[in-house]
């Protein structure tokens, strides 16, 4: 839920340059069939935070322009923007999205209603006829039922967020119309049945979301290969099998150029011999099944790579196996990573590690069998924010290097036995 918060400061950001921007032209005021529109989407809500307070039927507050998550053209007076997350929990709309109320906002262009809580209702079928629409977010709005066919004639759409809804059915045709899509954010949902081949056919598509549906057949994933600007790839929780990544992969030479973001985590992955794009930022492998090694030479660490997340992914010491020559050079661009809940137990984990983490400010070691002292090490990782070594076999003192790390705040070296030991060195 946290985007959720995150999602505030941007409309305040947008409300004080709408504030700005009705200085500058005050004489425009908005439409009055717009303004009636606005008081009847209002009616069909229910509104206990005061979110639409603004939104008064009176003399002195008759430029609708001017209410809250509302933006019009400051030449012709009409509503391009209709801007108005939720913050859960304290702020949200509830109620039905009556679009019906709407239809007279012709030119809207933009469309948030995020993160308000319209249980049991659906996508409006009439959504559709806003084909001025460039972005339409409508994620962790409780919304279920189908994705509406009529969608398919926003031709404008550039994002569409949908994610972390209780959509369900299939998605096909819908998409193959949007062809301006560059935000595609289905995650969290209930999709069922092949994966529409249709995305394939978005060539601007720069950011798909795809994680956590019922979506199958990954193996003809031939559509990937089309997505030229894919940057961002989530595919978490896809139950996805060495042989349909391998392909997905193996058949998308172009996607290794442009691909920074991949979320593989929580799929049935065991094996070792993926080759990942070189351009990767962010790579989560977290919660898969890697006995094998994924590590050994196979997994290329683009130098990068700066967040790598292997939370419990059964990884042991044979995962780190890597030929010295690929150490060196490899990922000095290491910033956060994320090896908890595994398996590893001597110190080849840190060998590997030591020379390459030069930028490394957080490091999660906890809950693995690692045993002996703490390696000396440590103390070249200038950079140092965060250690966690809790929940190990790690034996003597703790090195008093540590004490030198201008950089690190927190340790964490809680034992097995729970008695914690949390040293805040505050610079
Ligand atoms: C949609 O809204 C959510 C929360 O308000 C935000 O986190 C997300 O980034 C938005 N999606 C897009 C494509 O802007
Ligand atoms: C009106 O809006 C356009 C586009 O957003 C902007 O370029 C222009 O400067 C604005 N004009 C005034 C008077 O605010
Ligand atoms: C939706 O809005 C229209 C027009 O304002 C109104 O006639 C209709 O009764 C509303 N529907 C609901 C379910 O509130
Ligand atoms: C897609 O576009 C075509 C041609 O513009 C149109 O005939 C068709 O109805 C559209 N499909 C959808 C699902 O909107
Ligand atoms: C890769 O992209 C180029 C255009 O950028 C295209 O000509 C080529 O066919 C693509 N290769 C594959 C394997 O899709
Ligand atoms: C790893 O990447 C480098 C640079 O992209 C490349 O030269 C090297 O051949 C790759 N190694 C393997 C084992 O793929
Ligand atoms: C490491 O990088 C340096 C310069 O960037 C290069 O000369 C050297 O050959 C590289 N070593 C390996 C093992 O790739
Ligand atoms: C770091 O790399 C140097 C050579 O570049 C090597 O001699 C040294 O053993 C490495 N240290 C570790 C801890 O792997
Ligand atoms: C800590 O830094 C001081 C001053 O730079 C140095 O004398 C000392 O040896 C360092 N201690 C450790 C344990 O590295």
Redo the contacts with the bound molecule.
């Keep these: 839920m946290s ?2 918060f ?2 505030q400061f ?1 409309a305040l950001v947008l409300v004080l340059l709408h504030c700005s921007a009705s200085i500058v032209s005050a004489n425009i005021q908005c439409i009055e069939s717009e303004r009636q529109a606005l008081l009847n989407f209002k009616h069909g809500l229910i509104d206990r935070s005061g979110m639409l307070s603004s939104w008064r039927d009176d003399e002195n507050n008759i430029d609708c322009c001017k209410w809250r998550g509302i933006q019009c053209n400051n030449e012709t007076g009409h509503v391009l923007m209709l801007n108005l ?1 939720g913050q859960f929990p304290q702020q949200h709309l509830k109620g039905v999205i009556n679009i019906t109320s709407l239809i007279a906002l012709h030119n809207i262009q933009y469309f ?1 209603l ?2 308000n809580y319209f249980r049991w209702t659906h996508i409006p079928k009439l959504m559709g006829s806003f084909t001025n629409l460039r ?1 339409l ?1 409508l ?2 709005s409780f919304l279920s039922r189908e994705f509406p066919y009529q969608l398919g004639s926003l031709k404008q759409l550039r ?3 949908l994610s972390f809804n209780y959509l369900n059915g299939e998605l096909r045709y819908q998409l193959a119309n949007l062809s301006q899509l560059r ?1 595609l ?1 289905l995650d969290g949902n209930s999709f069922s049945g092949a994966l529409p081949f249709q995305v394939g056919n978005l060539p601007m598509l720069h ?1 798909l979301g795809l994680g956590g549906n019922f979506l199958v057949k990954f193996k003809d994933a031939q559509w990937l290969s089309n997505l030229y600007s894919l940057t961002e790839l989530r595919l978490s929780y896809c139950s996805l099998s060495d042989t349909e990544l391998q392909s997905l992969f193996n058949s998308h030479a172009n996607l290794s150029t442009s691909l920074t973001i991949l979320d593989l985590s929580n799929n049935m992955l065991t094996s070792s011999t993926f080759q990942f794009s070189p351009s990767l930022v962010i790579l989560d492998l977290s919660s898969n099944n890697m006995k094998s090694s994924v590590f050994r030479g196979s997994l290329n660490l683009s130098s990068k790579l700066q967040n790598l997340h292997s939370q419990d992914c059964s990884l042991s010491d044979r995962s780190f196996i890597v030929s010295p020559t690929s150490i060196t050079n490899s990922s000095s661009s290491l910033v956060s990573v994320d090896l908890s809940m595994n398996l590893l137990k001597s110190s080849t984990i840190f060998n590997w590690l030591f020379n390459t983490t030069a930028n490394l400010r957080t490091f999660d070691l906890s809950k693995n069998m690692l045993e002996g002292p703490i390696p000396d090490g440590f103390g070249n990782m200038c950079a140092l924010q965060s250690i966690d070594l809790s929940y190990n076999n790690l034996q003597g003192e703790i090195p008093s290097f540590f004490g030198n790390m201008s950089a690190l705040q927190s340790m964490y070296m809680v034992t097995i036995y729970k008695e914690r030991f949390h040293l805040s060195l505050g610079t």
Excluded: F
Aim: hydrophobic share 10%; with cysteine.
């Design positions: 985007s959720c995150a999602k941007y997350p948030d995020s993160c972005y977010n994620t962790y994002n569409l967020d935000y954010g950011t």
